[in-house]
Structure formats: structure tokens, C-alpha cells
């Protein structure tokens, strides 16, 4: 969180469009932190999108014949057909950007982005930086309790942590565990 995934599609759906190419966004309809219908990143940037519950819809939307191009933003929260949706697009020669987590807030491989980042072209990693040391942030520390994988938040649930205060933050969480048994 905060490193720039959805600037960054955003800036690469606003490029295909000003090259005039045909663009469809999307994004999962679960995520409304902004608004329904946008794609937002954290610093306000937006476009307008079409909402779905599944990965499946958005086979429905898109017109093999006369789109270009499609961006998905947080592709972490779609079902597992979410792999064979964007193979589907990209066998059809349409250009396929997606923006999601690629670890949860345990820095566990977070539901299909493992299967996506191994069968696609290119994949950009962003980095926000950590909170506590200023270094280069890989993971997304989750700052309430709460033990779903999924758990829409932003500056009030989650901080980027580089690896060592990540590791430093769990091992304080473990051990309060086992004072607490």
C-alpha cells in the first residue's frame, strides 16, 4: 500500500487514451474507500471505471473486437478466474495492466498474484517507504485487529514497513501472543 500501484495503471490507461486507443477500467466492487465508480488512487488522481463482483464480468463488458486496451485495479481481491480472464484478453491481443498487492499484511502471497506475475509480459514492482526507518517498503502492516486476509483500508488500518521493521513489528506481535497464553 502507498508505493503507487494505481497511480502508476492510472498514468498507463491515461497514455493509451491519449494515444486514442479503445481503454476499459475496472475494478472490484467491494472497494468503494473513494467512490463506487472511480478508480482512486491515494493522492486523489481518478478515472472512471466500471465496478464488478467477479472476474467473470468483466468478460461481459469487454468487446474482444474493439477495445485495446484494459486496466484492473486491485486485482488481489478477484476470484481465481481472474488469471484465466486476463490470458483470455491478452490472447486476444488486447494489452492487459493490472495494479494489486502482491503480499497480505502477513507478507503471504496474496490470493492469485503469484499465478498473474508469473504469466504476464512485464511486472513493475513499486515501493512506498517505510514509515519507521525511511527505507525502501515492502510490506503492508496491518494496524488493527483483525484476522481477515481481506480488509479494505488505508492510512488508518495499514503503514508500509520495509522488511526489517516488518520483522521486528511481528516478532513483538508473536511474543505478546505467548505472554498472553
Known amino acids: 500500500m502507498f508505493s503507487g500501484k494505481t497511480e502508476e495503471l492510472l498514468r498507463r490507461i ?28 491515494h493522492d486523489s488522481t481518478s478515472m472512471i471505471s466500471t465496478p464488478v463482483h467477479n472476474s467473470a464480468e468483466i468478460l461481459i463488458y469487454v468487446n474482444l473486437e474493439t477495445v485495446e486496451v484494459v486496466g484492473i485495479d486491485e486485482v488481489q481481491f478477484f476470484d ?29 502471497p496474496f490470493a492469485s498474484m ?32 483483525n ?3 481481506v480488509l479494505l483500508g488505508e492510512k488508518d488500518s495499514y503503514e508500509p514497513l520495509c522488511r526489517r521493521c516488518f520483522n521486528e513489528y511481528r516478532a513483538r506481535e508473536e511474543a505478546a501472543k505467548l505472554q498472553q497464553k
Open 114 to 145: 503469484p499465478r498473474l506475475m508469473a504469466v504476464a509480459e512485464y511486472v513493475t514492482k513499486t515501493h512506498a517507504i517505510c514509515v519507521k526507518c525511511g527505507d525502501l517498503a515492502q510490506f503492508s502492516h496491518r494496524l488493527v485487529v
Open 147 to 149: 484476522d481477515k486476509q
Open 80 to 108: 481465481e478466474g481472474i488469471v484465466e480472464v486476463c490470458n483470455k484478453l491478452a490472447d486476444s491481443g488486447i494489452r492487459v495492466i493490472v495494479a494489486g498487492l502482491d503480499m497480505d499484511y502477513l507478507g503471504n
Open 14 to 41: 491515461r497514455r493509451a487514451n491519449f494515444a486514442s486507443q479503445k481503454i476499459e477500467l475496472f475494478k472490484p466492487a467491494i472497494d468503494v474507500r473513494y467512490a463506487e465508480e472511480e478508480v482512486v488512487s
